[in-house]
T-cell receptor
Framework: DGGITQSPKYLFRKEGQNVTLSCEQN?????MYWYRQDPGQGLRLIYY???????QKGDIAEGYSVSREKKESFPLTVTSAQKNPTAFYLC???????????????FGPGTRLTVT | QKEVEQNSGPLSVPEGAIASLNCTYS??????FFWYRQYSGKSPELIMF????GDKEDGRFTAQLNKASQYVSLLIRDSQPSDSATYLC?????????FGTGTRLQVFP
């Protein structure tokens, strides 16, 4: 089955620790995205990547880092510099950002991170 | 001003009725529009996208786009309790999507 996987589903960490969230896709999509969702708020873009070895900051990149060494993988690290890391993190992918008709984004199941 | 605006709801409709969900956007140059459904505790699921003015139908769902009024809507015919969820409107802005905060729909038997 083609799709996007995120692991783990739930993650608990102590304040001050870095944590890495996994995102893998086998859809052969070029572009991948990380969003954060907080209660009562829409999805906010953290980072996105259009091609391997390249990525751009989204609206709320501070305290986060990413890498894109493989087309299939786009891990997100939540660093200790992120002031309010507890949230629902969603990874998404799309075929390309270059073609209007190929821009639909598909989401993974998400990782719920709790930092205490 | 928010870039993509939706009424947070809840919008309550009886089973079998038509649910009408609305979204306005601020970027007049936007070309691509998307509707996602999100059940509580789950990730968003793409249900419709529309690029041209007018209506686009897919089963019980109809997306309507009016670029002059900067308005996009989603109609759900014959609403079912299983349609109860939050519906997110998303608008493409250059190379990313801007999401609204969503409208919560409740369909009661």
């Amino acid at each position: 089955d083609g799709g996007i996987t995120q692991s783990p589903k739930y993650l608990f960490r102590k304040e001050g620790q870095n944590v890495t969230l996994s995102c893998e896709q086998n859809l052969n999509h070029d572009a991948m995205y990380w969003y954060r969702q907080d209660p009562g708020q829409g999805l906010r873009l953290i980072y996105y990547s259009q091609i391997v070895n390249d990525f751009q900051k989204g609206d709320i990149a501070e305290g986060y880092s990413v890498s894109r060494e493989k087309k299939e993988s786009f891990p997100l690290t939540v660093t200790s510099a992120q002031k309010n890391p507890t949230a629902f993190y969603l990874c998404a992918s799309s075929r390309t950002v270059l073609d209007r008709d190929s821009y639909e984004q598909y989401f993974g199941p998400g990782t719920r991170l709790t930092v205490t | 001003q928010k870039e993509v605006e939706q009424n947070s709801g809840p919008l309550s409709v009886p089973e079998g009725a038509i649910a009408s969900l609305n979204c306005t956007y601020s970027d007049r140059g936007s070309q691509s529009f998307f509707w996602y459904r999100q059940y509580s505790g789950k990730s968003p699921e793409l249900i419709m996208f529309i690029y041209s003015n007018g209506d686009k139908e897919d089963g019980r769902f109809t997306a309507q786009l009016n670029k002059a009024s900067q308005y996009v809507s989603l109609l759900i015919r014959d609403s079912q309790p299983s349609d109860s969820a939050t519906y997110l409107c998303a608008v493409r802005s250059t190379d990313k999507l801007i999401f609204g905060t969503g409208t919560r729909l409740q369909v009661f038997p």
